[in-house]
């Protein structure tokens, strides 16, 4: 960290010991003054929507309702649990709550967290996991409330909506306790709230009283968002979350005295935040799929609410962003292959608008592209209710929500993205991904996972090597170390060790740094390296090729790990769940659903052993996680060797097609990796130039 940035922190944690009072928690004022006239006037303009964006409103919801009875009958069910204070957060079972509410409660450790002052609870240790309470005060299912009332005219809704916030703001005075603990929470909170209340703004329980009360916390929190927002190393999808949660404040209230400033502080942030976060090929910054979701639905919601009011429109920092991100999500998912699950996942909402559990990239593209901002056919075809909310703002838009680029297209076909380092080759039903990029963003890379070099494989629109998701934030700290690690991936781990070291479960303090030393995607090649195992004693550099050829039925993955001294080097594989596993002599066979999809063959340049790991309790090997805190067993596995360096090891994938595949070999000599084997009989072979990049030739 630079000297800026230490300052910065050191002065964070000295606040922490101070009283509450600061600038993020005094209470902003109306434009107009604080009498009670002033709030009156404030809030028939706000019923009567003047002067302000709409996303919830009831001309939307009756339409809403006669076209999308399916969906419109999903969210009354999710809204009836939330009004029965029946809730479920992650992988984590359902809880019933009782009235009223008690907000700082963790009904899953039977602990409460205490009312301290907020800024204290980043030294406070407690055996809960904080993630579970702030997904209960995020409030994300007040929208839910609001849009049920809208669609059906039940004061059972409304009076559900506002009992439940009236307890909150009891219990959560500004600054205090576990929910205030960081301008992102307040953030995506107030979005929350916001939007709620405004799809609430006819109800009659929408007290002068109430309405004072609530606008009060929604002014705190954007002052809180702006004060206490995410500066330096991290300023990743913290700092979106915050400035949009201050943008929809500013835009949705601009009786508050300082919205125009606010609104103007968060727009310029989100637009010179945009381009780094989302870069120029698409790839999002963070190497997380589920952050890069997450962050583009920040900024589209930013992005629609401008457009819908009207002035100067959206920018085109954000739009343009959105758009970019759009395409390459898209282009991953081309044909029905399945999203690709690297980097952290906490499964978190912008907001919620509809009632899906985790969000998906599909769902996400069926979003963006009722606002026009990214591509359509099938791959945004999910049709949402949260889509539905969009599109039906995006008609209703002063300015009319057009693409930025409508050069850009959608090819299922192989690529690379450069600047988010991912490469993608096809060929028939088989896409296989090479993870060629960063650690993560910034020097902290917090959700970045050592996965380096990592080669996923699907079929037929499955996962079969697979990332093995991400397990656990807070709740267990020996899964997230292990889910996080290298010997999770796809990759190469040496002596054990991490790829990059990590400095805490949201901390990396010395990342690998990844080089391209080629790229082919006519011929089919992959060839980069890394530089995270040169701190071991030795100097160990991986260098991996990927050589996937059109047409050819085989797929090798070649490991090269040079340096000096003797090292044990794992080549690991990790299995999607549905994939059964039979061990033979020279490898694995690889079957789903009794069929077998895959034979992998594996040979080096010493003696190696093979191996597999399932649902290893004591190690944590051998597991997939498709929602945090929540794990199934799966294979894991490996080939290994224990010997001097240099070392070549290589794994042949091939389709289980009738043609026999065996006698894997692979022979080092001066800049050259000679590899064979034969096919009913008939000898292939293939030499890898290590001198060149992606200097790879093949011989049927």
Same mark, same amino acid.
Request: with cysteine; proline share 5%.
């Given at each position: 960290?630079?000297?800026?940035?230490?300052?910065w922190r050191?002065?964070?944690?000295?606040?922490?010991?101070?009283?509450s009072?600061?600038a993020?928690?005094?209470?902003?004022?109306?434009?107009s003054g604080?009498?009670?006239e002033?709030w009156?006037?404030?809030?028939?303009?706000?019923?009567a929507?003047?002067?302000?964006?709409?996303?919830?409103?009831?001309?939307r919801a009756?339409?809403?309702?006669?076209?999308?009875?399916?969906?419109?009958s999903?969210?009354?069910?999710?809204?009836?649990?939330?009004?029965?204070?029946?809730?479920?957060?992650?992988?984590?079972p359902r809880v019933?709550?009782?009235?009223?509410?008690?907000?700082?409660?963790?009904?899953?450790?039977?602990?409460?967290?205490p009312?301290?002052a907020?800024?204290?609870f980043?030294?406070?240790?407690?055996?809960?996991?904080?993630?579970w309470?702030?997904e209960?005060?995020?409030?994300q299912?007040?929208?839910?409330?609001?849009?049920?009332?809208?669609f059906t005219?039940?004061?059972?809704y409304?009076?559900?909506?506002?009992?439940?916030?009236?307890?909150?703001i009891?219990?959560?005075?500004?600054?205090?306790?576990?929910?205030w603990?960081g301008?992102?929470?307040?953030g995506?909170r107030?979005i929350?709230?916001?939007?709620?209340?405004?799809?609430l703004?006819?109800?009659?329980e929408?007290?002068?009283e109430?309405?004072?009360r609530?606008?009060?916390?929604?002014?705190a929190s954007?002052?809180?968002?702006?004060?206490?927002?995410?500066?330096?190393s991290?300023?990743n999808?913290?700092?979106?979350?915050?400035m949009?949660?201050l943008?929809?404040?500013?835009?949705m209230?601009?009786?508050f005295?300082?919205a125009?400033?606010?609104?103007?502080?968060?727009?310029?942030?989100?637009?010179?935040?945009?381009?780094?976060?989302l870069?120029?090929?698409?790839a999002?910054?963070e190497?997380?799929i589920s952050?890069?979701?997450?962050?583009v639905?920040?900024?589209h919601?930013?992005?629609?609410?401008?457009?819908?009011?009207?002035?100067?429109?959206a920018?085109?920092?954000?739009?343009?962003?959105?758009?970019?991100?759009?395409?390459?999500?898209?282009? =991953?998912?081309?044909?029905g $292959?399945? !999203?690709? @699950?690297y980097?952290? &996942?906490? /499964?978190g909402?912008?907001?919620?608008?509809?009632?899906?559990?985790?969000?998906?990239?599909?769902?996400h593209l069926?979003?963006?592209a009722g606002?026009?901002w990214?591509p359509?056919?099938?791959?945004?075809?999910?049709?949402?209710l949260?889509?539905q909310?969009y599109?039906?703002?995006?008609?209703?838009?002063?300015?009319?929500?057009?693409?930025?680029?409508?050069?850009?297209?959608?090819?299922?076909?192989?690529?690379?993205?450069?600047?988010?380092? =991912?490469?993608?080759?096809? $060929?028939s !039903?088989? @896409?296989?991904?090479? &993870?060629? /990029?960063?650690?993560?963003y910034?020097?902290i890379?917090?959700?970045g996972h050592?996965?380096?070099l990592?080669?996923?494989?699907?079929?037929?629109?499955?996962?079969?090597?697979s990332?093995?998701g991400?397990?656990?934030?807070?709740?267990h700290?020996?899964w997230?170390?292990?889910?996080r690690?290298t010997?999770?991936?796809?990759?190469?781990?040496v002596?054990?060790?991490?790829?990059?070291?990590?400095?805490?479960p949201?901390?990396w303090s010395?990342?690998?740094?990844?080089?391209?030393r080629?790229?082919?995607?006519?011929?089919?090649v992959?060839?980069?390296?890394?530089?995270?195992?040169?701190?071991?004693?030795?100097?160990?550099?991986?260098?991996?090729w990927?050589?996937?050829?059109?047409?050819?039925?085989?797929?090798?993955?070649v490991?090269?790990?040079?340096?000096?001294?003797r090292?044990?080097c794992?080549?690991?594989w990790p299995?999607?769940?549905?994939?059964?596993?039979e061990?033979?002599?020279?490898?694995?066979?690889?079957?789903?659903r009794?069929a077998?999809?895959?034979q992998?063959?594996?040979?080096?340049?010493?003696?190696t052993f093979?191996d597999?790991v399932?649902g290893d309790?004591e190690?944590n090997w051998?597991?997939?996680?498709?929602?945090?805190?929540?794990?199934?067993?799966?294979w894991w596995?490996?080939a290994?060797?224990?010997t001097?360096?240099?070392l070549a090891?290589?794994?042949?994938?091939?389709?289980?097609?009738?043609?026999?595949t065996?006698?894997?070999?692979?022979?080092?000599?001066?800049?050259l990796?000679?590899?064979?084997w034969?096919e009913?009989?008939?000898?292939r072979?293939?030499?890898?130039?290590?001198?060149?990049?992606?200097?790879?030739?093949?011989?049927?």
């Amino acid at each position: 960290m630079q000297a800026r940035e230490l300052l910065w922190r050191s002065h964070r944690a000295a606040l922490a010991s101070l009283p509450s009072r600061s600038a993020d928690s005094v209470t902003p004022r109306l434009a107009s003054g604080s009498r009670q006239e002033d709030w009156d006037s404030a809030q028939a303009s706000f019923r009567a929507a003047t002067n302000r964006p709409v996303l919830l409103d009831r001309e939307r919801a009756e339409s809403i309702a006669a076209n999308h009875r399916e969906h419109v009958s999903t969210l009354l069910a999710a809204a009836d649990a939330a009004t029965n204070l029946s809730f479920q957060f992650f992988g984590y079972p359902r809880v019933q709550l009782v009235h009223p509410v008690d907000w700082n409660h963790d009904p899953i450790s039977d602990l409460r967290w205490p009312s301290n002052a907020s800024r204290r609870f980043a030294r406070q240790k407690l055996a809960s996991d904080v993630k579970w309470i702030w997904e209960l005060n995020r409030l994300q299912h007040l929208p839910l409330l609001a849009q049920a009332w809208l669609f059906t005219g039940d004061a059972r809704y409304s009076t559900a909506a506002f009992d439940q916030l009236d307890s909150w703001i009891d219990q959560n005075p500004t600054g205090q306790g576990i929910a205030w603990c960081g301008a992102f929470e307040a953030g995506i909170r107030a979005i929350s709230i916001a939007i709620a209340l405004q799809g609430l703004r006819e109800a009659p329980e929408l007290t002068p009283e109430r309405f004072q009360r609530i606008v009060g916390v929604l002014g705190a929190s954007a002052n809180r968002c702006w004060h206490g927002r995410s500066l330096f190393s991290s300023a990743n999808n913290h700092l979106i979350g915050e400035m949009a949660g201050l943008a929809v404040v500013a835009m949705m209230f601009p009786e508050f005295r300082d919205a125009k400033r606010w609104e103007r502080q968060a727009i310029q942030t989100l637009s010179a935040e945009a381009p780094k976060q989302l870069l120029a090929d698409g790839a999002g910054s963070e190497q997380a799929i589920s952050y890069q979701m997450f962050t583009v639905e920040l900024l589209h919601l930013v992005a629609v609410l401008a457009a819908e009011r009207g002035d100067d429109g959206a920018p085109d920092p954000i739009v343009e962003a959105i758009e970019r991100s759009s395409f390459f999500l898209a282009s =991953l998912i081309e044909g029905g $292959d399945p !999203a690709p @699950r690297y980097g952290d &996942d906490d /499964g978190g909402f912008a907001l919620r608008l509809g009632v899906q559990p985790v969000r998906t990239i599909r769902d996400h593209l069926g979003i963006v592209a009722g606002s026009g901002w990214g591509p359509g056919g099938a791959t945004a075809s999910c049709d949402n209710l949260d889509a539905q909310w969009y599109r039906a703002a995006s008609r209703s838009a002063s300015n009319p929500l057009s693409p930025r680029h409508s050069e850009l297209a959608v090819e299922g076909a192989s690529f690379v993205a450069p600047h988010g380092g =991912l490469a993608v080759l096809r $060929d028939s !039903a088989i @896409r296989t991904m090479m &993870d060629i /990029g960063p650690l993560g963003y910034l020097s902290i890379a917090a959700h970045g996972h050592a996965d380096a070099l990592a080669v996923t494989v699907s079929a037929d629109g499955e996962d079969i090597i697979s990332d093995p998701g991400t397990g656990s934030y807070h709740g267990h700290a020996d899964w997230r170390a292990v889910m996080r690690g290298t010997r999770a991936h796809s990759t190469v781990c040496v002596d054990g060790q991490d790829q990059s070291v990590s400095g805490g479960p949201f901390l990396w303090s010395e990342h690998a740094r990844v080089t391209i030393r080629g790229i082919s995607l006519e011929n089919g090649v992959v060839d980069a390296q890394h530089d995270g195992y040169k701190r071991l004693a030795g100097g160990v550099v991986h260098r991996r090729w990927l050589i996937s050829p059109p047409g050819e039925r085989a797929r090798l993955v070649v490991d090269l790990l040079t340096g000096t001294g003797r090292h044990t080097c794992s080549q690991n594989w990790p299995l999607h769940p549905a994939i059964d596993v039979e061990t033979n002599r020279a490898g694995h066979l690889l079957s789903r659903r009794g069929a077998p999809v895959m034979q992998l063959l594996y040979a080096a340049s010493a003696a190696t052993f093979i191996d597999g790991v399932f649902g290893d309790s004591e190690r944590n090997w051998g597991w997939w996680s498709d929602r945090l805190e929540r794990r199934t067993p799966t294979w894991w596995l490996s080939a290994s060797c224990d010997t001097d360096l240099p070392l070549a090891m290589v794994t042949l994938m091939t389709p289980t097609d009738g043609i026999v595949t065996e006698g894997l070999s692979v022979q080092m000599s001066e800049g050259l990796l000679e590899i064979g084997w034969e096919e009913d009989g008939r000898a292939r072979s293939t030499t890898v130039s290590t001198d060149g990049g992606a200097a790879v030739s093949m011989s049927s």
